[in-house]
Protein backbone atom coordinates (compact mmCIF):
# COMPACT_ATOMS: atom_id res chain seq x y z
CA UNK A 1 0.00 0.00 0.00
CA UNK A 2 2.66 2.22 0.70
CA UNK A 3 4.35 1.47 -2.11
CA UNK A 4 0.95 2.39 -4.00
CA UNK A 5 1.27 5.49 -2.03
CA UNK A 6 4.74 6.82 -3.18
CA UNK A 7 3.52 6.46 -6.79
CA UNK A 8 0.94 8.98 -5.98
CA UNK A 9 3.35 11.20 -4.01
CA UNK A 10 5.95 11.18 -6.94
CA UNK A 11 2.76 11.98 -8.84
CA UNK A 12 1.90 15.15 -7.22
CA UNK A 13 6.09 16.22 -6.40
CA UNK A 14 6.32 15.18 -10.57
CA UNK A 15 3.64 18.57 -11.09
CA UNK A 16 5.57 20.74 -9.41
CA UNK A 17 9.22 20.25 -11.18
CA UNK A 18 10.31 17.31 -8.92
CA UNK A 19 11.52 14.06 -10.33
CA UNK A 20 12.31 10.60 -8.42
CA UNK A 21 16.21 9.73 -8.79
CA UNK A 22 17.33 6.35 -7.70
CA UNK A 23 20.74 7.90 -6.23
CA UNK A 24 20.03 9.62 -2.74
CA UNK A 25 23.32 11.81 -2.47
CA UNK A 26 21.52 13.62 -5.54
CA UNK A 27 18.24 14.09 -3.65
CA UNK A 28 16.53 17.97 -3.00
CA UNK A 29 13.98 15.55 -0.96
CA UNK A 30 13.81 12.66 0.80
CA UNK A 31 10.64 11.18 1.75
CA UNK A 32 10.28 7.74 3.98
CA UNK A 33 6.70 6.47 3.45
CA UNK A 34 6.16 4.89 6.43
CA UNK A 35 4.14 2.30 8.44
CA UNK A 36 3.20 1.99 11.96
CA UNK A 37 1.44 -1.58 11.85
CA UNK A 38 4.21 -3.07 14.37
CA UNK A 39 6.33 -1.30 16.64
CA UNK A 40 9.24 -2.94 14.29
CA UNK A 41 8.39 -1.55 11.47
CA UNK A 42 8.71 2.32 13.29
CA UNK A 43 11.56 0.93 14.75
CA UNK A 44 13.29 0.64 11.23
CA UNK A 45 12.45 4.14 10.34
CA UNK A 46 14.25 5.45 13.25
CA UNK A 47 17.18 3.37 11.98
CA UNK A 48 16.95 4.72 8.20
CA UNK A 49 16.75 7.94 9.63
CA UNK A 50 20.25 7.88 11.64
CA UNK A 51 21.62 6.94 7.99
CA UNK A 52 20.70 9.67 6.51
CA UNK A 53 22.35 11.89 9.13
CA UNK A 54 25.16 11.49 6.46
CA UNK A 55 23.24 12.42 3.66
CA UNK A 56 22.47 15.92 5.06
CA UNK A 57 26.03 16.34 6.47
CA UNK A 58 26.39 16.30 2.50
CA UNK A 59 24.24 18.93 1.65
CA UNK A 60 23.10 20.40 4.26
CA UNK A 61 19.90 21.65 2.44
CA UNK A 62 18.57 18.13 1.81
CA UNK A 63 14.88 18.12 2.71
CA UNK A 64 13.82 14.65 4.48
CA UNK A 65 10.30 14.35 5.06
CA UNK A 66 8.68 11.18 7.04
CA UNK A 67 5.18 10.22 5.36
CA UNK A 68 2.07 7.98 5.89
CA UNK A 69 1.27 6.06 9.06
CA UNK A 70 4.08 6.98 11.50
CA UNK A 71 4.11 10.05 11.11
CA UNK A 72 0.07 10.71 11.49
CA UNK A 73 0.94 8.43 14.64
CA UNK A 74 3.27 10.65 16.09
CA UNK A 75 2.66 13.92 14.69
CA UNK A 76 4.61 16.64 16.33
CA UNK A 77 6.18 14.26 18.60
CA UNK A 78 7.67 12.91 15.56
CA UNK A 79 9.40 16.75 15.20
CA UNK A 80 10.45 16.77 18.75
CA UNK A 81 12.28 13.71 18.60
CA UNK A 82 13.78 13.08 15.33
CA UNK A 83 15.76 16.39 14.60
CA UNK A 84 16.59 15.30 11.32
CA UNK A 85 12.85 15.75 10.01
CA UNK A 86 11.87 18.62 8.15
CA UNK A 87 8.57 17.73 6.54
CA UNK A 88 6.16 15.19 8.43
CA UNK A 89 2.66 14.53 6.50
CA UNK A 90 0.38 12.10 7.12
CA UNK A 91 -1.72 10.04 4.54
CA UNK A 92 -3.98 12.30 3.56
CA UNK A 93 -1.69 15.67 3.32
CA UNK A 94 0.36 14.68 0.11
CA UNK A 95 -1.24 17.24 -2.36
CA UNK A 96 0.06 19.89 0.32
CA UNK A 97 3.96 18.18 0.16
CA UNK A 98 5.04 20.91 -2.32
CA UNK A 99 3.65 23.26 0.32
CA UNK A 100 5.05 22.02 2.95
CA UNK A 101 8.79 21.40 1.18
CA UNK A 102 8.09 25.27 0.04
CA UNK A 103 7.98 26.13 3.68
CA UNK A 104 10.98 24.43 4.60
CA UNK A 105 12.92 26.06 1.93
CA UNK A 106 11.74 29.31 3.15
CA UNK A 107 13.30 28.23 6.91
CA UNK A 108 11.95 26.34 9.47
CA UNK A 109 9.64 22.38 9.44
CA UNK A 110 6.46 21.98 8.49
CA UNK A 111 3.20 19.28 9.52
CA UNK A 112 0.64 18.57 8.34
CA UNK A 113 -1.43 15.21 9.54
CA UNK A 114 -5.26 15.98 9.09
CA UNK A 115 -6.94 13.51 7.95
CA UNK A 116 -9.89 13.91 5.18
CA UNK A 117 -13.54 11.35 4.87
CA UNK A 118 -13.01 12.36 1.25
CA UNK A 119 -9.48 12.18 -0.27
CA UNK A 120 -8.93 9.38 -2.51
CA UNK A 121 -6.04 11.05 -4.69
CA UNK A 122 -8.68 9.54 -7.57
CA UNK A 123 -8.02 12.13 -10.19
CA UNK A 124 -3.90 11.84 -10.02
CA UNK A 125 -1.56 9.81 -12.33
CA UNK A 126 0.37 7.69 -10.40
CA UNK A 127 3.90 7.90 -12.04
CA UNK A 128 4.73 3.95 -12.08
CA UNK A 129 7.96 3.43 -9.65
CA UNK A 130 10.35 0.39 -10.38
CA UNK A 131 8.06 -0.75 -12.93
CA UNK A 132 8.28 -3.70 -14.97
CA UNK A 133 5.40 -2.47 -17.30
CA UNK A 134 3.61 -5.77 -16.60
CA UNK A 135 1.77 -5.71 -13.66
CA UNK A 136 0.62 -2.21 -11.39
CA UNK A 137 -1.15 -1.41 -8.46
CA UNK A 138 -4.01 0.51 -7.83
CA UNK A 139 -5.45 2.07 -5.40
CA UNK A 140 -9.58 2.00 -4.67
CA UNK A 141 -10.00 2.83 -1.16
CA UNK A 142 -8.63 4.53 1.74
CA UNK A 143 -8.68 3.91 5.00
CA UNK A 144 -10.88 1.66 7.76
CA UNK A 145 -13.84 1.66 9.35
CA UNK A 146 -13.01 -1.65 11.26
CA UNK A 147 -11.63 -1.12 14.45
CA UNK A 148 -9.93 -3.94 15.21
CA UNK A 149 -8.53 -4.36 18.73
CA UNK A 150 -5.47 -4.74 18.11
CA UNK A 151 -4.80 -2.16 15.13
CA UNK A 152 -3.45 1.08 14.53
CA UNK A 153 -4.85 1.78 10.72
CA UNK A 154 -8.08 3.19 11.69
CA UNK A 155 -6.22 5.97 13.56
CA UNK A 156 -3.42 6.62 10.66
CA UNK A 157 -5.25 5.68 7.85
CA UNK A 158 -8.94 7.39 9.08
CA UNK A 159 -12.09 6.98 7.34
CA UNK A 160 -13.00 4.04 5.21
CA UNK A 161 -13.66 5.94 2.03
CA UNK A 162 -14.20 4.53 -2.02
CA UNK A 163 -12.89 5.61 -5.00
CA UNK A 164 -15.49 6.33 -7.58
CA UNK A 165 -15.29 3.50 -10.50
CA UNK A 166 -14.64 5.44 -13.25
CA UNK A 167 -11.89 6.87 -12.21
CA UNK A 168 -10.34 3.05 -11.43
CA UNK A 169 -11.81 2.12 -14.60
CA UNK A 170 -9.60 4.76 -16.12
CA UNK A 171 -6.74 4.13 -14.77
CA UNK A 172 -6.82 0.60 -15.37
CA UNK A 173 -7.90 0.89 -19.00
CA UNK A 174 -4.48 3.61 -18.93
CA UNK A 175 -2.66 0.69 -17.83
CA UNK A 176 -3.83 -1.98 -20.27
CA UNK A 177 -3.06 0.54 -22.82
CA UNK A 178 0.66 0.90 -21.54
CA UNK A 179 1.02 -2.57 -22.19
CA UNK A 180 0.43 -3.72 -18.15
CA UNK A 181 -1.50 -7.14 -18.17
CA UNK A 182 -1.78 -7.66 -14.21
CA UNK A 183 -3.25 -5.57 -11.70
CA UNK A 184 -3.90 -5.10 -8.37
CA UNK A 185 -6.59 -3.69 -6.36
CA UNK A 186 -5.63 -2.24 -2.97
CA UNK A 187 -7.22 -1.10 0.26
CA UNK A 188 -7.57 -1.93 3.57
CA UNK A 189 -10.49 -3.83 3.02
CA UNK A 190 -11.30 -3.76 -0.43
CA UNK A 191 -14.40 -5.90 -0.29
CA UNK A 192 -15.89 -3.21 1.81
CA UNK A 193 -15.97 -1.33 -1.61
CA UNK A 194 -19.14 1.00 -2.10
CA UNK A 195 -17.89 3.42 -5.06
CA UNK A 196 -20.54 6.06 -5.89
CA UNK A 197 -21.23 5.81 -9.78
CA UNK A 198 -21.32 9.17 -11.47
CA UNK A 199 -23.87 11.50 -10.51
CA UNK A 200 -26.28 8.84 -9.82
CA UNK A 201 -27.21 7.86 -6.53
CA UNK A 202 -26.18 3.98 -7.40
CA UNK A 203 -23.46 2.82 -5.91
CA UNK A 204 -21.34 -0.13 -6.81
CA UNK A 205 -19.53 -2.96 -4.50
CA UNK A 206 -16.62 -4.92 -4.89
CA UNK A 207 -18.23 -8.05 -6.94
CA UNK A 208 -19.47 -5.39 -9.65
CA UNK A 209 -15.85 -3.11 -9.80
CA UNK A 210 -14.23 -6.72 -10.06
CA UNK A 211 -16.83 -7.04 -13.55
CA UNK A 212 -16.33 -3.61 -15.10
CA UNK A 213 -12.41 -4.23 -14.69
CA UNK A 214 -12.25 -7.81 -16.10
CA UNK A 215 -14.31 -6.20 -19.04
CA UNK A 216 -10.95 -4.17 -19.96
CA UNK A 217 -9.30 -5.44 -23.01
CA UNK A 218 -5.66 -6.45 -21.98
CA UNK A 219 -6.15 -6.70 -18.76
CA UNK A 220 -5.52 -10.39 -17.78
CA UNK A 221 -5.08 -11.13 -14.59
CA UNK A 222 -7.07 -9.51 -11.31
CA UNK A 223 -5.35 -9.68 -7.73
CA UNK A 224 -6.65 -8.04 -4.87
CA UNK A 225 -5.37 -6.97 -1.43
CA UNK A 226 -6.55 -7.15 1.56
CA UNK A 227 -9.60 -8.43 2.15
CA UNK A 228 -11.46 -9.14 5.18
CA UNK A 229 -13.89 -11.99 6.54
CA UNK A 230 -16.36 -10.22 7.61
CA UNK A 231 -17.75 -8.74 4.33
CA UNK A 232 -16.65 -11.90 1.53
CA UNK A 233 -20.16 -11.89 0.47
CA UNK A 234 -21.63 -14.43 -1.73
CA UNK A 235 -21.43 -12.02 -5.24
CA UNK A 236 -17.63 -12.07 -4.54
CA UNK A 237 -17.50 -15.96 -4.18
CA UNK A 238 -19.96 -16.01 -7.16
CA UNK A 239 -17.68 -13.99 -8.81
CA UNK A 240 -15.09 -16.78 -8.83
CA UNK A 241 -17.38 -18.73 -10.68
CA UNK A 242 -17.95 -16.07 -13.59
CA UNK A 243 -14.51 -13.77 -13.63
CA UNK A 244 -11.73 -16.35 -15.33
CA UNK A 245 -9.29 -12.88 -14.95
CA UNK A 246 -9.44 -13.47 -11.02
CA UNK A 247 -6.67 -15.28 -10.14
CA UNK A 248 -6.94 -18.64 -8.38
CA UNK A 249 -5.55 -17.49 -5.53
CA UNK A 250 -6.97 -15.23 -2.57
CA UNK A 251 -5.29 -14.02 0.88
CA UNK A 252 -7.95 -13.77 3.31
CA UNK A 253 -6.59 -12.81 7.15
CA UNK A 254 -7.79 -14.78 9.37
CA UNK A 255 -5.42 -13.49 12.84
CA UNK A 256 -6.49 -16.40 14.75
CA UNK A 257 -8.29 -19.93 14.80
CA UNK A 258 -9.42 -19.36 18.52
CA UNK A 259 -13.45 -18.07 18.72
CA UNK A 260 -12.51 -16.39 22.09
CA UNK A 261 -9.44 -14.88 20.72
CA UNK A 262 -11.39 -13.66 17.29
CA UNK A 263 -14.21 -12.15 19.93
CA UNK A 264 -11.43 -10.05 21.94
CA UNK A 265 -9.86 -8.79 18.39
CA UNK A 266 -13.56 -8.08 17.86
CA UNK A 267 -12.84 -9.27 13.83
CA UNK A 268 -16.53 -10.11 13.39
CA UNK A 269 -16.31 -13.81 12.96
CA UNK A 270 -16.15 -17.31 14.21
CA UNK A 271 -13.41 -19.69 13.57
CA UNK A 272 -16.34 -21.61 11.51
CA UNK A 273 -17.84 -18.41 9.67
CA UNK A 274 -14.39 -18.67 8.12
CA UNK A 275 -14.37 -21.95 7.34
CA UNK A 276 -17.91 -21.37 5.67
CA UNK A 277 -16.30 -18.88 3.36
CA UNK A 278 -13.33 -21.26 2.24
CA UNK A 279 -15.60 -23.79 1.83
CA UNK A 280 -17.91 -21.83 -0.59
CA UNK A 281 -15.11 -20.42 -2.24
CA UNK A 282 -13.96 -24.32 -3.25
CA UNK A 283 -17.13 -25.34 -4.64
CA UNK A 284 -16.78 -22.51 -7.21
CA UNK A 285 -12.94 -22.74 -7.60
CA UNK A 286 -11.98 -26.22 -5.77
CA UNK A 287 -8.14 -25.70 -6.70
CA UNK A 288 -8.21 -22.11 -5.36
CA UNK A 289 -4.93 -21.53 -3.17
CA UNK A 290 -5.62 -19.79 0.44
CA UNK A 291 -2.94 -17.67 1.90
CA UNK A 292 -3.73 -15.50 5.37
CA UNK A 293 -2.11 -13.39 8.14
CA UNK A 294 -1.74 -14.50 11.84
CA UNK A 295 -1.25 -12.68 14.92
CA UNK A 296 0.17 -14.89 17.57
CA UNK A 297 0.52 -14.03 21.30
CA UNK A 298 -2.56 -11.64 20.96
CA UNK A 299 -3.30 -10.38 25.14
CA UNK A 300 -4.77 -13.55 26.87
CA UNK A 301 -4.04 -16.05 24.28
CA UNK A 302 -3.63 -19.37 26.14
CA UNK A 303 -2.18 -22.55 24.81
CA UNK A 304 -5.29 -23.94 23.96
CA UNK A 305 -6.32 -21.07 21.73
CA UNK A 306 -3.24 -21.43 19.86
CA UNK A 307 -4.06 -25.04 19.26
CA UNK A 308 -6.84 -24.16 17.67
CA UNK A 309 -4.92 -21.84 15.82
CA UNK A 310 -2.49 -24.85 14.84
CA UNK A 311 -5.81 -26.97 13.88
CA UNK A 312 -7.46 -24.28 11.46
CA UNK A 313 -4.14 -23.99 9.26
CA UNK A 314 -4.07 -27.87 9.52
CA UNK A 315 -7.40 -28.11 8.29
CA UNK A 316 -7.63 -25.58 5.78
CA UNK A 317 -4.39 -26.02 4.14
CA UNK A 318 -2.77 -22.54 3.69
CA UNK A 319 -0.11 -21.28 1.14
CA UNK A 320 2.18 -18.68 1.84
CA UNK A 321 1.11 -16.53 4.55
CA UNK A 322 2.30 -13.76 6.81
CA UNK A 323 2.31 -14.38 10.42
CA UNK A 324 3.61 -11.87 13.25
CA UNK A 325 4.00 -11.67 17.09
CA UNK A 326 1.37 -9.45 18.38
CA UNK A 327 2.75 -5.89 18.69
CA UNK A 328 0.91 -3.49 21.13
CA UNK A 329 0.02 -0.23 19.56
CA UNK A 330 -0.50 3.08 21.74
CA UNK A 331 -3.75 3.93 21.51
CA UNK A 332 -5.77 0.73 20.61
CA UNK A 333 -8.03 -0.82 22.73
CA UNK A 334 -6.06 -4.21 23.02
CA UNK A 335 -3.25 -2.03 24.33
CA UNK A 336 -4.86 -2.16 27.85
CA UNK A 337 -5.30 -5.84 27.84
CA UNK A 338 -3.38 -7.36 30.54
CA UNK A 339 -0.61 -9.36 28.93
CA UNK A 340 0.69 -12.00 30.61
CA UNK A 341 2.59 -14.44 27.97
CA UNK A 342 6.26 -14.59 28.50
CA UNK A 343 7.51 -13.42 25.14
CA UNK A 344 9.67 -16.62 24.72
CA UNK A 345 6.66 -18.40 24.17
CA UNK A 346 5.08 -15.93 21.73
CA UNK A 347 7.85 -16.71 19.66
CA UNK A 348 7.95 -20.43 20.55
CA UNK A 349 4.75 -20.11 18.72
CA UNK A 350 5.17 -18.19 16.05
CA UNK A 351 8.45 -20.44 15.10
CA UNK A 352 5.68 -23.42 15.46
CA UNK A 353 3.34 -21.64 13.02
CA UNK A 354 5.88 -20.80 10.57
CA UNK A 355 7.14 -24.28 10.39
CA UNK A 356 3.27 -25.62 9.58
CA UNK A 357 2.30 -23.11 7.07
CA UNK A 358 6.28 -23.74 5.45
CA UNK A 359 6.09 -27.33 5.26
CA UNK A 360 2.11 -26.96 3.76
CA UNK A 361 3.63 -24.77 1.31
CA UNK A 362 6.59 -26.77 0.17
CA UNK A 363 3.65 -29.53 -0.02
CA UNK A 364 1.76 -27.85 -2.75
CA UNK A 365 5.19 -26.90 -4.52
CA UNK A 366 6.00 -30.48 -4.86
CA UNK A 367 2.85 -31.21 -5.98
CA UNK A 368 3.13 -28.05 -8.28
CA UNK A 369 6.18 -30.37 -9.96
CA UNK A 370 5.60 -32.32 -13.47
CA UNK A 371 2.44 -29.73 -14.01
CA UNK A 372 1.34 -27.18 -16.56
CA UNK A 373 1.18 -23.92 -15.56
CA UNK A 374 0.31 -20.17 -16.89
CA UNK A 375 2.29 -18.03 -15.76
CA UNK A 376 2.37 -14.17 -16.38
CA UNK A 377 6.19 -13.28 -17.48
CA UNK A 378 7.20 -10.11 -15.82
CA UNK A 379 10.81 -9.57 -16.99
CA UNK A 380 14.45 -11.27 -16.49
CA UNK A 381 15.48 -13.84 -13.59
CA UNK A 382 17.06 -11.46 -10.53
CA UNK A 383 19.52 -14.45 -10.35
CA UNK A 384 20.57 -14.95 -13.46
CA UNK A 385 19.47 -12.71 -16.37
CA UNK A 386 19.82 -14.81 -19.03
CA UNK A 387 16.38 -16.61 -17.76
CA UNK A 388 13.01 -15.22 -17.48
CA UNK A 389 11.14 -14.81 -14.17
CA UNK A 390 7.44 -15.32 -14.15
CA UNK A 391 4.51 -15.83 -11.64
CA UNK A 392 1.76 -19.00 -11.34
CA UNK A 393 -1.79 -17.82 -10.22
CA UNK A 394 -0.91 -18.69 -6.95
CA UNK A 395 1.94 -16.13 -6.68
CA UNK A 396 5.26 -18.54 -7.11
CA UNK A 397 8.34 -16.98 -8.48
CA UNK A 398 8.79 -19.07 -11.50
CA UNK A 399 12.39 -18.87 -13.17
CA UNK A 400 13.02 -20.48 -16.44
CA UNK A 401 15.11 -20.33 -19.96
CA UNK A 402 13.37 -18.16 -22.66
CA UNK A 403 13.27 -15.73 -25.50
CA UNK A 404 12.96 -11.96 -23.95
CA UNK A 405 9.65 -11.63 -26.45
CA UNK A 406 8.05 -13.80 -23.74
CA UNK A 407 8.03 -10.68 -21.20
CA UNK A 408 4.53 -9.50 -20.52
CA UNK A 409 2.75 -12.77 -22.02
CA UNK A 410 0.66 -15.15 -20.24
CA UNK A 411 2.37 -18.96 -21.23
CA UNK A 412 2.32 -22.17 -20.00
CA UNK A 413 5.24 -23.63 -18.78
CA UNK A 414 6.03 -27.23 -17.12
CA UNK A 415 7.08 -26.72 -13.86
CA UNK A 416 10.55 -29.12 -13.26
CA UNK A 417 11.62 -28.35 -9.79
CA UNK A 418 10.66 -26.84 -6.31
CA UNK A 419 13.72 -24.83 -4.88
CA UNK A 420 12.36 -23.22 -1.32
CA UNK A 421 11.25 -19.68 -2.28
CA UNK A 422 10.31 -20.38 -5.99
CA UNK A 423 9.95 -23.16 -8.94
CA UNK A 424 11.67 -24.17 -12.08
CA UNK A 425 9.86 -24.37 -14.91
CA UNK A 426 10.60 -25.04 -18.79
CA UNK A 427 8.25 -23.02 -21.73
CA UNK A 428 5.63 -25.65 -23.13
CA UNK A 429 5.87 -25.52 -26.83
CA UNK A 430 3.35 -26.44 -29.34
CA UNK A 431 5.50 -29.43 -30.36
CA UNK A 432 6.19 -30.49 -26.96
CA UNK A 433 2.57 -30.55 -26.33
CA UNK A 434 1.74 -32.02 -30.18
CA UNK A 435 4.66 -34.96 -29.25
N1 LIG B 1 -6.69 -4.80 6.56
C1 LIG B 1 -6.09 -6.05 6.62
C2 LIG B 1 -4.71 -6.10 7.24
C3 LIG B 1 -3.94 -4.88 7.50
S1 LIG B 1 -2.51 -4.99 8.48
C4 LIG B 1 -6.97 -7.00 7.40
O1 LIG B 1 -7.76 -6.61 8.21
O2 LIG B 1 -6.84 -8.17 7.23
C5 LIG B 1 -1.70 -6.44 7.92
C6 LIG B 1 -1.55 -7.46 8.99
O3 LIG B 1 -0.73 -7.00 10.04
C7 LIG B 1 -2.83 -7.88 9.68
O4 LIG B 1 -3.57 -8.79 8.94
C8 LIG B 1 -2.32 -8.45 10.98
O5 LIG B 1 -2.05 -9.83 10.85
C9 LIG B 1 -1.02 -7.71 11.22
N2 LIG B 1 -1.15 -6.77 12.32
C10 LIG B 1 -1.95 -5.67 12.39
N3 LIG B 1 -1.82 -5.08 13.59
C11 LIG B 1 -0.92 -5.81 14.30
C12 LIG B 1 -0.38 -5.72 15.62
N4 LIG B 1 -0.76 -4.75 16.45
N5 LIG B 1 0.53 -6.65 16.00
C13 LIG B 1 0.90 -7.64 15.17
N6 LIG B 1 0.42 -7.78 13.93
C14 LIG B 1 -0.49 -6.88 13.49
FE1 LIG C 1 -6.74 -3.01 10.87
FE2 LIG C 1 -8.87 -4.56 11.12
FE3 LIG C 1 -8.92 -2.44 9.46
FE4 LIG C 1 -7.45 -4.59 8.85
S1 LIG C 1 -9.70 -4.51 9.04
S2 LIG C 1 -6.81 -2.45 8.71
S3 LIG C 1 -6.73 -5.26 10.83
S4 LIG C 1 -8.74 -2.37 11.68
Redesign the pocket.
Known sequence: MNFSDSEIIASIMGEHGFATTQDEFDADVIFLNTCA??DNAEQRIRERLKHLRANKKQNRDLIIGVLGCMAERLKDKLLEEEKLVDVVAGPDSYRELPKLVAEVDEGGRAINVLLSREETYGDLNPVRLNSNGVTAFISIMRG?D?M?S????PFTRGRERSRDPESIIREARELATAGYKEITLLG??VNAYLGKMGHTSELADFALLLDYVAEIPGIERIRYT?S?PKEFSQRLIDAYGKISKLVNHVHL?V?SGSDRILMAMKRGYSALEYKNIIRRLRSVRPDVSLSS???VGFPGETEADFEQTMKLVQDLKFDNS?S??????PG?PAANLHDDTPQTVKLQRLQRLQAEIEAEAQRISQYMVGSVQRILVEGPSRKNAAELMGRTENNRIVNFPGQPRLVGQLIDVRITQALPHSLRAEVVTQEKVAA
Open positions: IRCNCFCVVQNTHPQDFIFFIYSART
